[in-house]
């Protein structure tokens, strides 16, 4: 599975510079509201320092990191769920995400206008999340209208439905996400189909002042404060230094980013705190003669695990050989981690854990 996250915002706000920075794609950049008119996507390998510590002891052919697919679209201004500017023309590119990354303007710049006037970031999340709730709230009214010809069909679960999907639409009026509705089964299930873009989980980017590193300054304290106000992810990062890093091999990269006190790129940090808020594990696959990082959810039994590598390994499980990465670089090979009793046989109700190394038998 790969972790897919859209990138949402105002216009300037440098969501195709935060994008840049991330793919090292050559996206157009430039100081008017607008500039990205098509949606973007670029696929970044995740960085793991424990791929590269598997294979110096199971030499493979090859390594296969996993990946994060990354989707920019135009900016979304007020109105835009009326159709003003171009954001909304996308936004159903973003409703198959896993996540959204809502870049935030921190910085003031006489040469880079802002659509609101003036630099105001929990304002202007406020404005883009207006615009998503209503763009959702679209959705569910078009699902009420045919839940109600469901109803007229004597559908014995409409009724229910019918209600349930009323209170979501008033709650999206009133400005309330998606994701912030109290925990219902009956409801997700329900809502799950329609991809509410308020649904998905959150991590608003601060994208700060070079001068503003490594803390972020008050913009970005703002905009921690409201993320933790609403269960959300907040990393800060200057999409510009980012994107500066980004040409630089990456020893080059580290050293100069460390000058601004950081310690790891920009995209680094997105992806771990969407890790967390999906709450997702990586296990290692050793098959093939190639070893490759895998992402699923947290909870997730050996059988699935291995339908995400290929739906006949899930149909014909029969058991995991399961090793933490740690003790099989100790052991120094697969085999010696065999001949010291360090693999364990697991069968199907066996939960992959985070940093698994697992061999999967099965048959078909």
Known sequence: ?????????????????????????????????????????GVVPVPDPR????????????????????????????????GEGLGNQFLGHIREVDAVAHVVRCFPD??????????DPVRDIEVVETELALADLAVVEREIEHTHS?????????????????????????????????????????????RLLTDKPVVYVANVAETDLPAGGPGADRVRE???EVGAGAVVLAAKLEADAAALTEAEAAEFLRAYGLE?????????AAYRLLDLVTYLSTASKEVRAWSVARGTRAPQAAGQIHTDMERGFIRAEVIQWEALVKAGSLRA?????????????????????VQFRFAV
């Open 110 to 119: 006489p040469d880079v206008p802002h659509v609101e006037g003036a630099v």
């Open 264 to 272: 790891e790129r920009g995209l680094q940090t997105l992806i771990h």
């Open 150 to 194: 469901r109803v007229r069909a004597h559908d014995a679960r409409a009724e229910e439905h019918l209600a349930m999907l009323k209170a979501v639409a008033e709650a999206l009026k009133r400005g309330v996400q998606g994701r912030r509705l109290p925990p219902n089964a009956d409801r997700g299930a329900l809502l799950r189909p329609l």
């Open 51 to 82: 791929l590269a510590a598997v294979a110096a002891v199971t030499h493979p052919d090859r390594t296969v990191q996993a990946t994060v697919d990354f989707v920019d679209i135009a900016g979304l201004v007020r109105g835009a769920s009326a």
């Open 226 to 228: 409201h993320a933790r």
């Open 337 to 357: 981690a065999h001949d010291h009793g360090l693999v364990r046989l697991e069968g199907k109700e066996y939960v992959i854990q985070d940093g698994d190394v």
């Open 1 to 41: 599975m790969g972790l897919s996250i859209g990138i949402v915002g105002l216009p300037n706000a440098g969501k195709s510079t935060v994008f840049n920075a991330l793919t090292r794609a050559a996206v157009a950049v430039a100081a008017y509201p607008f500039t990205t008119i098509e949606p973007h996507h």
